[in-house]
């Protein structure tokens, strides 16, 4: 009997799957450098804030961009939709557990007011940030040019899936390279997971692309809908279609991996796998300044026939800043994030971020060992 | 030394190893279309209802048929050796657990009542309902003809294993190239797991296969035989005898993977995986109307030498149409599973089926880490 | 540079990581035969109880051959040292745990009385059952010539580790040629675990082989010695060997898979992997005929620079005819060993031991799912 | 489309995942040889203890040297920042769980003093041991001259990650080859975990390879960095590079693993993967000697903005004789390494550690299973 033809599966590696092998040339950390670029702005910091109404709001928006990273404002949350958000943020993390879901579907369900939108972006370039806002793909088209009227800098697009080519019931559903060409600031879309979905937005004119759907295992998306891929080979992918694409066009476009973090070394672990940038949810809904006051949750609770998701309790764990650069006590990789990717490049021999996408990563089981802790770099 | 030639073991999947990933293209979940079709009957859900006491009774089956699904209603059970079913359920629910296996010892060995065959069929036949009955293959020669009489309008011939070819001690056991020839009804076989097994089953005329044997590391039949396939490969060989099937014959039959579900994503990974349908047992003994007041049961329990199987407390989590169709209030993917369905279509951008078993698949680590749900689709 | 050689390990595999697929063909249970042949012995159970005080007496031996199967008396253990084993048994069945230890370096230090050998071969022989005794490598010279005088059946030289070339200090080791030579009985040698161990073990005319060496990482011998081999690779590599010398030699010597068996499952898979049968020693210890007590320890614990195994207490569970045969209402499988046996070999169509090794085996996760029971055969 | 070329990683492991396959030929174990060499010192047992202040001091260093091992006592920890330093280790165990990591950091931060260096060095070598030091690759120039001068026999020089070509901010880094020229004793560098990082070491002139970096997946450079190798292939890759370099130069520099060990089992792994002699650290801070007074710490606790590891209560579970040489009565594992690799050696029909070092191995699930044990070695 001839070998019957059957679906291939390829196997597929998340953070806790995979580590960053030392290189045979080491540097010490203060000579690493991190920037990272969207299309003409450069941050110091590879490190985004997501668009989650538990961390991103107009304080942390500003906050993050002095430290040298990005927050990206939810436009279709609860900052859009109540003159007050923060009455509305202090009722949802203090509703009990058990009516939460019907509160957020409630809370979710009241119109956005348009004048909002400009508000709360003027609010954050007053004060001298950059500011980037998201929306869903379905409403691009309303939000975009209120946006850029109030004088956004980065516009995100994002979904769980988003592809190049989407059919919808609507007349006409939002077509990538025309919103390119229609807004002057840079477009960045997701989510994606695979080389030729990345590949494909790329070509689209996006100045950026979000990684990661369904990440890990206990994601609803995955629980829910059987969809996702763990988030290292899906940063590996998006990476290869970024330098495919660059080899076909010249320009280079940037990857953010999102989702599915939990401390300094999955951080490492996705830029050595090819990520520019990480964007951050939970850790940051762990901050004092997170509008989330200790709660997280994700934005497809409210969804009325198929909520997915629910409100997490989150510890306050320290500030933003000891977050991202310490000092800290704390000795399990949840803070001074950015010391951890500057020593972890220092030991892989890599001055940037690019150079740091070409240290040797392997497979490594999950399992716990003993392990000893010894003083890091030579000098 | 020469290398000695050694067993070779191919590794398989379960749905907790694989994931579904996003298509290139993505559609509307309400474009997508989710037919099902065994002989010239078609349902406009995939879903079956599994032929077992705690699952489906004239009631359920009615339910189902209604609903768009199909209920199989098994023949060698207490719908057939009781005029009074419910009391012998209810006498299950409430026996104690160590008394249990013997109260189904004895309920199970009270003699079937020919005449009860046809009172339920045509119970669910007056209420307009398509009606599909199952029987082992040791009498099936002995109910087909009941059945048939009774304007059944599938019959389902099931055991743990079936295959094309038996021997037993019985002067002629079960021919099923001979059966599918005298009855006037689609005839459904299982189950089967392997490539070879299924393309035999189909070549002797079935209308469908069920696919699923020991598909759990804790089923019985694993524990107790060391037999079963995780679910996910068998679905992926049997849709591939499917095709190479429908290419050598012009038919297609459907596979219908039966066993092993526990919420939507698994169905999407099933009929991602190469399933036409699923049969499903212990979600929908979650059901209010489900006949097992709550409890599940095995129906191999009665076996005197080999029990296997137990009563397993399910706890009733919603009416049968929540479960297929939501409203839901909960997010684990336990509820509404078509709507899970129709969205992981949509992201995989297939408008029906056939185009979903095109999706891509990865195997993917059942390691748990953080996730992030944000909105599923855009339009 | 040039790719490094480096060390290759191949993959292994244990019971909990492989299933056996159903096969094309199946037979009625009743239709298969299960006998199991050492030299001119034939057994009507593949099934071996282990050489181990907690299991093996003179009155288990004797029900063992009874009922089908074989017992192997260690001759070095209580019943050569004490006239009344017993009373040490009872003693152990009650010491404290921390002194249990000690107490079996206490007893294990005895003299083992010569005359005792003769004595309970004696026995067994006189109640009309087959013998097997089982002694170490190191004495095998001294104890061979009493057992042959007994008119023992059949002789065990076993070991942890047991290779046909082994050096030591003394003037003259066991040669395992010269041993099969000079006794007039089948001589089984073991334990190893590789093709060539065994093949060369097979080649030195012994009459079968054990296999298993530190099949669980729990094992001792995994956990002091890092040594060990998980069972069904074991097993499938030496049953290669066992084809290999039968075609080289026209012998066909059997293997018995030792060690690491919990449940019916596991035995169905050694024998698929191409075990001619099993020799058991924990589920027999629970048995109530055992001597154990309801204790069970290995027989390596005196040595008093590097004790390994415990006394570990097990639960009397049933008779050893239930266990063997059942009936039983217990569903995991401990019960009724060879009626779950006779099931798998007929799912898979294997009327003998010799077909049931050509049953296709999986590598399947050993996750657990929800499964699905369904009563097993056709007929 | 053609297939992107994307980043490969090779799967990796560690203790728990592997095991050794006993030999086609045997020996005893008192025939087998443990010896082992830097430079021309030659150590009966391939056993080092680690530099770290819970587990070597001057009085350990002497008691390890008489047993036949070497302990490495360094020189940038509290031996030589105190006079007494009794006195701090005392205070460091006697403190608080949430007071350790500040007194730690307050502790290191005292600064060292240079007399201190000789005074440990010629205490230990007045008792008639070989003395080893250690520090790290940024002092190392100031501190190899008073090694030196005291008579130090071994200049170990450790860090997390060590490479033959670094970067630093200061005029003039660390140069191997020049060190290695300057000073007249054995030099011993570390640590890393690849071919080419290794092979690079090894032709900077260096006497010996410390091999190991985050190992385990809850090592704190693992969790914090994502850096790490488990030491299973760590080990094979830097045999590798050892044997690759003896062939280019004729010179045999042996590779000690370094992290991860926790009983006799992973030392014989590590053997036969391929290292020369094992350095440990938390098994021996559980010794009646230890100055840790029952507790281990990292040296890299006290970095102030990234602290990693922590204090860990570890419990006395014997002398240091009894752990390398036993006897014991634990069955465990954890005691009498050397007696364990013996037997490990014999069943492998290793004579010598480079015999052993041949030793077959494979892969092997970390699933509990029942195992039996026997009595290991015929004779």
Chains 1, 2, 3, 4 share one sequence.
Request: with cysteine; aromatic share 6%; charged share 20%.
């Amino acid at each position: 009997m001839a070998v019957p033809k059957v679906k291939q599966l390829k196997r597929t590696y998340g953070f806790d799957e995979v580590a960053i092998v030392p290189g045979d040339v080491t540097i010490n950390p203060e000579l690493t450098n991190t920037d990272f670029k969207i299309g003409d702005l450069t941050f110091s910091i590879p490190i985004l804030a997501a668009a989650m109404d538990a961390v991103t709001d107009v304080n942390f928006a500003i906050l993050m961009s002095k430290l040298g990273g990005l927050a990206v404002l939810y436009l279709e949350g609860v900052q859009t939709r109540y003159d007050n958000p923060e009455e509305v943020l202090a009722e949802i993390a203090n509703a009990p557990a058990e009516k939460v879901t019907s509160l957020l579907q409630k809370v979710y369900s009241q119109p956005i007011k348009e004048n909002l939108v400009g508000d709360r972006i003027q609010a954050i370039k007053k004060a001298g940030a950059v500011c980037a806002v998201g929306a869903l793909p379905a409403n691009t088209k309303r939000f975009a040019p209120l946006a850029v009227e109030a004088k956004a800098d980065i516009l995100f697009v994002q979904s769980t899936v988003t592809s190049a080519r989407h059919t919808s019931r609507s007349v006409r559903g939002l077509i990538f390279p025309e919103l390119v060409k229609s807004v002057p600031i840079p477009v960045v879309a997701g989510n994606c997971v695979s080389y030729s979905a990345c590949l494909e937005l790329m070509r689209t004119g996006v100045s950026g692309i979000l990684v990661g759907v369904g990440p890990g295992a206990a994601c609803t998306t995955r629980e829910v809908l059987g969809i996702g891929v763990p988030q290292i080979t899906a940063t590996i992918d998006c990476a290869a279609a970024r330098d495919q694409y660059q080899k076909e066009s010249g320009r280079y476009v940037p990857i953010i991996t999102d989702g599915g973090f939990r401390k300094g070394g999955d951080l490492c672990k996705a830029i050595a796998a090819g990520a520019d940038a990480a964007m951050i949810g939970s850790i940051f809904a762990q901050t004092k300044e997170a509008p989330g006051h200790g709660y997280h949750w994700g934005m497809a609770n409210p969804h009325p026939a198929l909520p997915r998701g629910t409100r997490i309790k989150v510890n306050t764990t320290g500030t933003l800043e000891q977050i991202l650069f310490g000092p800290t006590s704390v000795t399990d990789g949840s803070q001074n994030l950015i010391g951890a990717l500057r020593m972890a490049m220092g030991v892989c021999g890599a001055f940037n971020i690019r150079e740091m996408h070409r240290a040797e990563m392997v497979i490594a089981p999950a399992i716990t060992t003993e392990g000893k802790s010894w003083q890091l770099t030579q000098s």
